[in-house]
């Protein structure tokens, strides 16, 4: 089973994700943590990357697709895979879906975890995350539940950003979503509900 997980900043991307990896045992592909373990490692298209990033650019499509064209070679995705934040335009999906053909694979679902952009808001400005675990909570934790360590809210996790983060993933996901709809794999949730009620809907649409 492979999946696009679609969603804006603050929908639930991350968690619905962790659950299907386990549920489906399939990999978990983050272009972030691909493109950090490339420059890590010094590889070609690592170096690539790093070269871009340095100078403070976008990473080409070319260069990204490239990662994830080899990341999916791996043992790991061989079962199945959810891409995290990837593709990001209907541009990228084109070319994810020519790369993908050549190797006798495809996406067989698109999932959109809708949520509205006043309920993102008050979520995101209200997260807080754990320094020493990474642990995500909200406001009410006054220290981290998981390990007791310090609770802090990311400088961009203030409403004037927010609302501007989620501008931009409209303007350029809106043709995204119309891509997958065109290709008739396209599912959209209702990401408003409690997590395991999302995971619920998702699951039943997966079977």
């Known amino acids: 089973m492979n999946i696009v997980l679609l969603g804006a900043p603050g929908a639930g991307k991350g968690t619905q994700a962790e659950k299907l990896i386990e549920a489906y045992d399939i990999a978990h592909i983050s272009t972030g943590n691909i493109l950090r373990a490339a420059v890590k490692a010094g590889t ?17 499509d070319s260069v990204v697709i490239g990662l994830v064209k080899e990341r999916l070679q791996e043992e790991d ?4 895979f959810i891409l995290d934040g990837f593709p ?3 541009t990228q999906a084109v070319a994810l879906a020519s790369e993908l053909e050549h190797v006798g694979r495809g996406i067989d679902y698109a999932i959109a975890v809708n949520v509205a ?24 934790d006054a220290v981290c539940p998981v390990c007791g360590g310090e ?4 400088d961009d996790d203030n409403a004037d950003t927010v609302r501007n983060r989620l501008d931009v993933y409209e303007k350029s996901t809106a043709p995204l979503i119309d891509y997958y709809r065109g290709a ?14 999302v995971f619920a809907s998702i699951q039943a649409i997966l079977g």
Do not use: H, W
Request: charged share 30%.
């Open 184 to 197: 008739d794999i396209l599912v959209e949730i209702d990401g408003e509900k409690n997590p395991d009620d």
């Open 117 to 140: 952009p006043e309920v993102i808001v008050a979520r995101l400005c209200n997260r807080r995350l754990c320094k020493a675990c990474g642990f995500i909570g909200t406001i009410d």
């Open 151 to 154: 609770m802090y809210q990311r």
């Open 44 to 60: 070609p298209l690592g170096l690539e990357a790093k070269s871009y990033m340095d100078a403070g650019e976008l990473v080409p």
């Open 88 to 90: 990001r335009t209907a």
């Open 77 to 80: 995705a061989e079962g199945g």
